[in-house]
């Protein structure tokens, strides 16, 4: 079955502990992203990634790193997460026409 | 700056039609895409459209107009399952970087 899965799915933390959330997809697919979604804000990309060691900012980067070091894997990483970064964030990747695939969601409280 | 906006809210009764409106503004334009929420879900992909016109899957179609930056979404025969939210995308400077809208929430009651 063609899937984006994430782990964890919920994740409560304290402010500066670093903590990854690990994205896999396993149709072979080029271009993975990472999304919030907040309250009235819709879903805000926040990188993204062309291929294999090919990473960029999306439009709220601030916070997180990425890293592409198998085509299957996009793990998102907050280095010193903080109370503004608790959200909703997803994990996508894309397949032909722009059509997104997106992950069950991780649901995320950094006390 | 590029941006896209559709209503917050429509509600809508069992049975009937319903159309959600997006309007974009972009530098370049690569298509618009339509995606599905349900409360508690994941986004899901819904529709597509690149060109001019109308495009029918099943109850929902998709209509983008270039000229007029404007697409919609169409929701025909609407059953209390479509109660969910719905966003427009754009992909901005390549098929990689999408933008969404802030999203319309649809309400259908019996």
């Known amino acids: 079955e063609a899937q984006v899965t994430q782990n964890p799915r919920y994740l409560i933390t304290v402010t500066g502990k670093k903590l990854t959330v690990t994205c896999s997809q396993n149709?072979?697919?080029?271009?993975m992203s990472w999304y919030r979604q907040d309250p009235g804000l819709g879903l805000r990309q926040i990188y993204y990634?062309?291929?294999?060691?090919?990473?960029d900012k999306g439009d709220v980067p601030e916070g997180y790193k990425v890293s592409r070091k198998e085509k299957r894997n996009f793990p998102l990483i907050l280095e010193s997460p903080s109370p503004n970064q608790t959200s909703l964030y997803f994990c996508?990747?894309?397949?032909?026409?722009?059509?997104?695939?997106f992950g069950p969601g991780t649901r995320l409280l950094v006390l | 700056g590029q941006s896209l906006e559709q209503p917050s809210e429509v509600t809508a009764v069992e049975g009937a039609i319903v159309q959600i409106n997006c309007t974009y503004q972009?530098?370049?334009?690569?298509?618009l895409s339509w995606y599905q929420q349900h409360d508690g879900g994941a986004p899901t992909f819904l529709s597509y459209?690149?060109?001019?016109g109308l495009e029918e899957t099943g109850r929902f179609s998709s209509f983008l107009s270039r000229s007029d930056s404007y697409g919609y979404l169409l929701l025909q025969e609407l059953q209390m399952k479509d109660s969910a939210s719905y966003f427009c995308?754009?992909?901005?400077?390549?098929?990689?970087?999408?933008?969404f809208g802030a999203g319309t929430r649809l309400a259908v009651h019996p």
């Open positions: 996508a990747s894309m397949g032909r026409g722009g059509t997104q695939y």
């Open positions: 149709m072979n697919h080029e271009y």
């Open positions: 990634s062309m291929n294999v060691e090919v990473t």
């Open positions: 972009t530098s370049g334009f690569y298509g």
């Open positions: 459209n690149a060109l001019d």
């Open positions: 995308a754009v992909p901005r400077g390549g098929y990689n970087k999408l933008i």
